[in-house]
């Protein structure tokens, strides 16, 4: 007897496995079904069964682009004649879906399926005479799967698949899906803008509109009907700063026609859309941030002050960058409102248009709030009396009121020869008179001590003058 083995059998250089000897006999094996097949998208996953079970080990799996099959005998190595299976799925995305023929011709038995869910069962022996069968159905939006289970019991295997969209107006009343993934180009040398999108998936399209509409203006209009999924709009743009909205829409072979894409702004210059900016009390400079561009057509940013120069202000350039920081030289901590706009010039040498003036609204523009850094330039007069039970503290300054630097006074008293003082008053003034005044009367026991006072101004910042002299005053000794 012979020992038991395995000889593999090849039936040419490189041929796949396809019998082996056990013992001194010679059987078939099985081809193993592909691991991880993976189809191109709309393509069908096909499985091969030797048996007509489908809970078989499969003997292979490939794909396939179209249900459409006539076998004679065996359909591949390892595959009966009779008696075996074949099922194809794939999955696909319908886009908006709607009405849909599914048409399938077979001999034997057939079942089409949509999502699990049986359309068409056609199970029965018919040798090698094909029958038929249509259905039209709805199908859903979105993805679905497909599925065609087929059994050849005896004879010739044959057996086609079809299924299309019903694109008749009496049939179809579906919208296509709006187009996605709209993307503009501006050319600043032809002033002319580009526009692209992404392939709309349903399987009925029959072209796409373009549409455009200059930015505060709600009337659309119509640049071209095409095929294609780009178009360059024939308008020039005069002066690169007109910016226009475009979206596309999708028509359909029923006339059905879907709603806007997401519209798409083309701005021939490009915009600062935010200015903000700090000031750093430490180093007295002024930081500007806003949000880089990233239009192919930016070229380069420019920064402007608004400054006084020969008596008028006007709009003074910093400098020029490629980046969305700018970091200003010192600017005086005076208190006072500084302006900072930021121009933004395209591949094409235009720049932002640069009024003259000031404008709160323009979003490339800052008012930004200088802290008030500068103390009141001078002390106040500062004059001691009597007052019942004490002393009165009288601090004034004749500073012409428009001018005034200041929000108010303080007084400090202490006793002669130590060394801390107290706050006997702070307050503000009546800015109603010529001079402005503040007084206290500082309630203090007659025990012969003498007392120090001193007066100064402080600003709505919490600046403080200098001090004025020092007054002292000396109490008198009750007489018993």
């Not at 709607?98 to 999502?115: H, S």
């Not at 008749?168 to 050319?187: E, F, H, I, M, Q």
């Not at 200015?275 to 990233?294: R, S």
Request: hydrophobic content about 35%; aromatic content about 10%.
């Amino acid at each position: 007897m012979l020992p038991k083995r395995l000889v593999a059998v090849r039936t040419g250089a490189g041929a796949a496995l396809s019998a082996v000897v056990v013992g001194s006999l010679l059987v078939a094996a099985p081809q193993a079904a592909a691991a991880g097949v993976t189809c191109s998208a709309n393509v069908y996953k096909r499985t091969f069964y030797k048996t007509t079970s489908f809970s078989s080990t499969p003997v292979k799996t490939d794909c396939d682009s179209a249900v459409s099959q006539s076998w004679s005998g065996s359909p591949l190595t390892g595959v009966p004649s009779n008696n075996f299976a074949v099922r194809w799925s794939v999955t696909r995305d319908f886009g908006s879906g709607g009405p849909f023929t599914f048409t399938v011709a077979a001999t034997d038995g057939v079942r089409v399926l949509l999502d699990g869910v049986r359309k068409i069962d056609l199970w029965t022996s018919t040798g090698d005479t094909p029958r038929s069968k249509s259905v039209n159905l709805t199908i859903p939006s979105g993805k679905h799967t497909i599925r065609v289970d087929y059994v050849n019991w005896s004879g010739a295997a044959k057996v086609d698949f079809t299924y299309a969209p019903r694109t008749s107006a009496t049939y179809d009343r579906t919208k296509p899906l709006a187009p996605t993934g709209v993307k503009t180009a501006y050319n600043t040398t032809t002033r002319r803008t580009t526009v692209s999108w992404s392939a709309n998936k349903e399987m009925d399209l029959a072209g796409y509109s373009l549409y455009r509409r200059p930015v505060g203006s709600g009337t659309w209009t119509r640049v071209t009907t095409t095929t294609a999924r780009s178009h360059t709009d024939p308008l020039v743009n005069p002066d690169d700063r007109t910016p226009y909205y475009y979206e596309v829409r999708a028509k359909d072979k029923a006339g059905n026609t879907s709603s806007g894409s997401t519209d798409t702004i083309v701005r021939p210059l490009p915009v600062v859309t935010s200015l903000t900016g700090t000031y750093d009390k430490v180093t007295g400079k002024v930081t500007l941030k806003w949000p880089l561009n990233t239009e192919p057509h930016f070229d380069h940013y420019t920064v402007l002050s608004n400054d006084k120069v020969d008596g008028s202000y006007v709009w003074v350039p910093l400098g020029t960058t490629t980046g969305n920081t700018w970091t200003t030289g010192p600017v005086t901590a005076d208190g006072e409102t500084r302006h900072y706009r930021v121009l933004v010039t395209n591949d094409g040498g235009t720049t932002t248009y640069n009024p003259d003036w000031l404008d709160a609204t323009a979003t490339n523009e800052l008012w930004l709030d200088i802290p008030d850094g500068i103390a009141p330039a001078y002390a106040p007069d500062l004059a001691l009396s009597s007052c019942a039970g004490g002393i009165r503290a009288t601090a004034t300054d004749d500073t012409p009121a428009p001018i005034r630097d200041f929000t108010g006074f303080e007084i400090e008293r202490r006793e002669a020869g130590t060394g801390t003082w107290s706050v006997v008053l702070h307050q503000g003034y009546d800015p109603r008179l010529a001079t402005a005044t503040a007084s206290v009367c500082d309630a203090l026991a007659f025990d012969g001590r003498t007392y120090e006072y001193r007066a100064r101004t402080y600003d709505a910042a919490g600046n403080y003058s200098p001090y004025s002299e020092t007054r002292a005053v000396t109490l008198p000794v009750p007489v018993s």
